[in-house]
């Protein structure tokens, strides 16, 4: 593995660890995607890295990345469900992830790199990376925002209708 597949690995697994750990705390639910739009700038700068010097109509560079970008959509939607939400008592709104959660985005994590390796398991650029590690934090800012918009989504609804829970709703773990 070359130096810049390392470091894209490493970006993408020390965003990875910050993303769980934060999904796992208390933390209000935000309608900013601040953090998303760095995280996706940094993830377009890896990906175009990546590209450097390499054919970029290469069929199986689009399905990895077009695949794992869905992939990734479709797991932060079957995460959305797994993080509670609530009201605070100063009225904000709260969330907090499961255990499920985070097995979730490991498995997420999983899915993306197999995915690559299935799809275009030996397509390296110019650098030596590999598709999966250069586009590692893009997937993850698509399973975030995606997993972010359908709780606030959820939590709309429940507020019009008064359904939102005004404390820590328990999840029943059967």
């Known amino acids: ?10 970006i993408g697994v020390v965003v990875l660890v910050f993303v ?11 309608e900013n ?7 996706a700038i940094v993830g377009v ?4 890295n990546f590209l450097d010097g390499h ?10 990345v077009v695949g794992s970008l869905v992939l990734a959509a479709v797991l932060g939607a ?17 969330r907090q992830g499961t255990w499920l959660t985070a097995v979730l985005w490991l498995v997420a994590f999983a899915a993306h790199l197999g995915y690559d390796y299935l799809v275009a398991g030996h397509v390296t650029g110019k650098n030596g990376g590999d598709v999966g590690n ?17 709780m606030l989504a959820r939590a709309a ?6 359904q939102i829970p005004a404390s820590e709703p328990k999840i029943p773990m059967t």
């Open 78 to 94: 079957v995460r959305a469900p797994t993080v509670r939400v609530w009201r605070g008592q100063d009225g904000q709104l709260l």
């Open 45 to 48: 700068v890896e990906f175009v």
């Open 20 to 30: 769980v750990t934060r999904q796992l705390s208390v933390r209000r639910l935000r």
């Open 134 to 150: 250069a586009t590692i934090v893009l997937y993850l800012v698509v399973s975030l925002t995606v997993q972010r918009y359908i």
């Open 33 to 39: 995607y601040r953090l998303m739009i760095i995280l």
């Open 157 to 162: 609804r429940q507020d019009a209708a008064g």
């Open 55 to 64: 054919p970029h109509n290469d069929s199986r560079i689009v399905a990895a």
């Open 1 to 10: 593995m070359s130096g810049a597949a390392l470091t894209n690995l490493l």
